[in-house]
């Protein structure tokens, strides 16, 4: 995974330092930013030069920052730039490591000692709520964000922003990304298509099939081949989670869900998930299911896909860039050949991809802060730079090898919640023309100038080929978009009082009956009493909490 987060978000960090350094001179386009709109210096009246407003902040001080000589946290080419382009100066009351960043702010809240500005977790707001301690931003937002930051933080159609409200006030930003980029695909080695003369799958009897064929007739020959990827974490996020499968059949593992009533129910236990299990044990009896997955993680279970002993696995669009990359390329030779497709149907319902909300956390404001509307200009001014690579000086930044991950030094950082999918849109065609000219920003010419590069010869670029080729994962997900595929987690608040207790348990034993379940050493039925003692453990009054939280938040 770590491997993967590089791969994946390499690009992303070129277009984003462009964002640290917004230190310019240039004014902003036209169109984009007015004295009313947030982005005028916060210090500064008619021609006269005001001293800069201060915010306070707390910071967590990541390791992987590399800082320029003789810069550090507290004083750096980043806070330079907001000082210098909006009057706004940083002032960090105390900085700490990842490990101890948490029970210190923790410690913060409980004593009332918060700064003007803070990143915080959902339970965390909700305590920052109920103590009364964070300003509503309502009209502050209203007034200072841009049109151009109001339309990126609804880009998903408002349930981000949403999930920072309480009672109809908005009272944190949310760290926004893209809910899509969870969504899963079917991974499969296309060569062996191919080579057995099989079709792409279109349903998931396709599926079942193509992984009954790459079981029996050995297309790998390695002496013994098994048909899909899974591992010990099966539910759980990771480059082979099978929640794709799941969905084939209109399950939604670890999701809320609401049901015909209009309550929100558990997807974990609904009849959908038995249907689905039946048929993973009935692959597992028939010999398509490695026996030993329940013991081993991605790195094992991937020995398998690298010895060509498995073609088929569920996972999001980063897969070709880990693991897959090492198993497809070697020598400069491209030896398996894997491309993803969308995940398919057991009927003639579509199969929707479920996804979860993409927020990890928001940023707050004291309710002492002096200058709140300081933190709306922050943002305005990292939406504005992000999205308008090359209209602010400062890309020396870009190419100082000295300086790493800057961007983690912005005050405040949001991220969009719809690029990879409108990539989705763009790229592919740029490609078939070989045509880049449409491309904007930086994120997607890179794409595409590694598609070419792999497509006129060098392997060493396959991974970016699946993501952003046509039909591409980014295609996908941006097919889903348009058929309107995408099943989002019904329930985003904080962990109640149950379900911080109950949860935990719950899952470890859903996930030991369904690993059980798998196996054949369970039968099938077992599920149902599953559900029952589900149920009769905690299972129900927490589907309570959680719609007593629903009723709340629908009121909003």
């Known amino acids: ?194 080579q057995l003369n099989l079709p792409e799958p279109k349903t998931m009897q396709d599926v079942l099939s193509i992984s009954e064929a790459f079981t029996k007739q050995d297309p790998g020959g390695s002496g013994k081949s098994y048909g899909i990827a899974l591992t010990k974490a099966l539910l759980s996020e990771g480059a082979f989670m099978i929640s794709g499968f799941f969905n084939g059949y209109h399950a939604y593992p670890g999701q809320w869900i609401k049901d015909d009533s209009g309550k929100l129910v558990f997807g974990s236990i609904q009849p959908e998930m038995k249907l689905a299990l039946k048929q993973l044990q009935d692959m597992y009896k028939d010999g398509q299911i490695d026996p030993e997955f329940a013991v081993k993680d991605v790195v094992k279970e991937n020995e398998l896909l690298a010895s060509n002993k498995i073609g088929i696995t569920y996972g999001p669009f980063w897969l070709s860039a880990y693991p897959l990359m090492d198993n497809a390329v070697k020598d400069g030779v491209l030896v398996q050949d894997w491309w993803p497709y969308p995940i398919v149907s057991h009927d003639a319902v579509p199969a929707m991809t479920q996804v979860e909300m993409g927020v990890d956390g928001y940023w707050v404001v004291s309710k002492k802060a002096k200058h709140p509307e300081a933190a709306i200009k922050l943002l305005n001014k990292w939406i504005q730079a992000y999205e308008h690579p090359g209209e602010t000086d400062g890309v020396y930044l870009l190419h100082n090898e000295e300086a790493q991950n800057y961007y983690k030094l912005n005050p405040i950082r949001v991220f969009s919640q719809t690029h990879n999918v409108t990539l989705g849109e763009v790229v592919p065609k740029a490609i078939e023309s070989r045509d880049p000219s449409s491309l904007k920003g930086v994120e997607g010419p890179n794409r ?109």
Request: glycine share 6%; charged share 20%.
């Open 1 to 194: 995974m770590k491997r993967m987060s590089r791969l994946a978000l390499s690009c992303l960090m070129i277009v984003v330092l462009i964002v640290l350094s917004a230190c310019g001179t240039k004014e902003p386009k036209e169109g984009t930013s007015t004295p009313n709109t947030g982005n005028t210096p916060a210090a500064s009246v008619g021609n006269e030069k005001a001293e800069p407003v201060e915010i306070t902040m707390v910071r967590e001080n990541y390791a992987d920052v590399k800082y320029l000589s003789g810069e550090s946290i507290d004083k750096n080419a980043v806070s330079d730039a907001y000082e210098k382009e909006l009057g706004i100066k940083i002032k960090n009351l105390w900085v700490a490591d990842s490990t101890q960043y948490q029970q210190k702010l923790q410690m913060s809240i409980s004593s009332n000692d918060i700064p003007d500005l803070m990143f915080v977790s959902m339970p965390q707001l909700q305590q920052l709520i109920e103590a009364d301690m964070i300003l509503d931003l309502t009209d502050i937002y209203e007034k200072t964000a841009t049109a151009e930051t109001k339309a990126y933080l609804t880009g998903d159609g408002g349930n981000q922003l949403n999930s920072a409200k309480h009672q109809g006030k908005l009272m944190a930003i949310p760290s926004t990304n893209s809910p899509y980029n969870s969504a899963s695909h079917v991974w499969l080695r296309r060569d062996w298509l191919k």
């Open 448 to 556: 595409y100038g590694k598609v070419v590069k792999y497509l006129d010869g060098d392997t060493s670029q396959w991974s970016e080929w699946p993501i952003s080729g046509p039909g591409g994962t980014f295609s996908i997900m941006y097919q889903y978009l348009q058929q309107n595929r995408y099943h989002i987690n019904a329930f985003y608040g904080a962990p109640g009082p149950v379900m911080t207790e109950k949860k935990p348990v719950l899952d470890t034993k859903m996930h030991e009956v369904f690993i059980k379940i798998i196996m054949n050493q369970l039968p099938i039925d077992k599920f149902d009493e599953f559900v029952a003692e589900w149920k009769k453990l905690g299972g129900d009054e927490m589907t309570n909490e959680v719609n007593e939280w629903y009723v709340k938040v629908s009121q909003n």
